[in-house]
């Protein structure tokens, strides 16, 4: 009682004496609430009420004027300076590197190794540690190494990553890859739409098409909300959270994940995926043993508990936005980009298992979970992953993946009219050895078709049970299209032009399919698009001086509006004062096929307006005749279709 008279006492004391300051503070505060109430941003709910017509996938500008104000160029990430004391060599040999630490200058310089072991999918433990001289092969896949001086000083510290083969080959029959038999390399990077993927990585996906004469999937759609439902697709072929898997509360070592058939068939198998406190299956209770036979998780816990403390991470919202307080990146362990370790244990995992069979599927969050920018940072790091692949003929005999569950998931680049899109539609990027395309003509027909049909990971998953039987074939047969469609075909085989999200069990949260609506071509509204298509030429073809005679609109051949099937529903969203003030824009898309004179050429366009009446041209004009020798005088890639030479 005497306490609570004494406290009464110092608070009315301060009200006396800071009233003023008082009533400020509390009218701070009132405001903030209000504001974090009213104006927070929410997810606005779009849903697709049409899920049964055939899908128009939806076209959109990778640098939409709504999601362009979230990019920005990034400076390349920089990193402590010190070199590695010690390496591991092609052959998985932990070395002392003996002209670092000449260089170094630190004297009589002694090396040990601690193996970190995995108790389970939260903790790990260090062992205790082994002297080594100048060289030992280390049993196990990750270790830390400490280096002392002359005077006993610790003068490195640092967790390692091989893949310890050698035990594996003890255990498994491991069988050779080869025309028949192919490895599986699935890239996967988290939260990376398709467009997404063509601002921040585009060496990379350049590479992919050019170079490696790749397959990228314009209609590649989510089928669940977030990573797992993805991620459990795309390896079981079953739908997640449905009675057609055991309950996930439990550990997830009973799943039918496809690498275990892999292994059955004489696979190396190999699952690596970063930020351990996000992982995608320990999110519910991760697995008992581990789920492959390397599993980097261990490596990311161990780097958590023994090298990094998380809290750094707080500067990436900042260096997101390219703002570097510190010396170093916070994307950094001490001289190495975090995105280095991954990469370089899965070169290690291909290069040391030579040419026996090998899966692995590596995903990597940090640097897209939360973030739009940072992925920019590896862009060449990735190319260069593929580069060594196919330089070094690891990819004659490999089907090689570059995939994402779903776009950002950020509430403010979510509620764009892009965001929208991008959100429910990943990249997913495929190559294939050259001889599969020879000898199965089929595959890579097919596959081009499909970039341009409505896939999810059931499609993968089906592919990916046509490499585990090595049956190249049976993809040859068309699917039945009286019949109902599968729920998942193989990428090797057509898929149908007329399949819907309810064929692809794509649900109506997730469905972006458009559908076209016929228009009469010679209203005063397509006449205006018309004219505004060719004027567009004409400006674009401007570069050019003179070459190029100046086109006119002769007729509309089609047109189209393209009604977007995705419906605000806000009677189920969160009220905030945001959404009451803040209105979509009214963007409308029309679809024109128009021809031109002199020479009779038929382009097809995307168009969009918006609320003020403007046009805006969405991806290309498309030359849909051929243009025969009308182009002679441009070698431009872009101009060449549009242009008649005069
Ligand atoms: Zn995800």
Redesign the pocket.
Known sequence: MIQFRAIWSIIKMFRHRYRKQLIVITGILIVYWMQSCFYREVDYIFVNKNTNQKCVIPNMDPLDKSILQFYLHLDPVKCEQTPDLVFVDSKGVLHVNQSAVADSGYRDVSCSFSVIKRLDDYEVKRETEVHFGKSAYVEADFFLVKCKDDEFRIVYEKLHHTIDYKSQMQHHKLLNDSKKHLNVYIVGM??LSRLAAERTIPITLRYIEQDLGGYIMKGYTKVGV???P??VSLLTGKVSYSNELPPHVEHLDPYPFIWKNFSNSGYATMFSEDLPDMG?FTYWKGFKDPPTMHYMRPFYVALDTFGLPNTKRAFLALENNNINLGRYSALCVKNTPKHHFYMNYYKQFIEFYGNKRKFALGWL?EL??EYDNLVQLADRDYMLFFKWLKESGRLDHSILILM???GI?QKAIKNTLAGRTENRMPIFAIVIPPHLKTKYPHIPRNLNTNTKRLTTVFDVHEMLVDILESDFQRSKNPVNELAKLPRGISLFREIPERRSCDDAAIPGDYCVCDSYEPMDAKSAISKDIGQFLVSHINQALSKHGDKCAILQLSEIKDSFFVKSNLQRRRENEEFTLRTLFRSDPDIKKYLNVFETRPGNALFEALVSTNDNGSYDVIGRINRVNKYGNQSWCIDEKFSKPLCFCI
Do not use: G
Request: negative net charge.
């Open positions: 988290d939260s977030n990573t797992f993805n991620l995608t969050n897209t979970h994402s569950d779903h998931m």
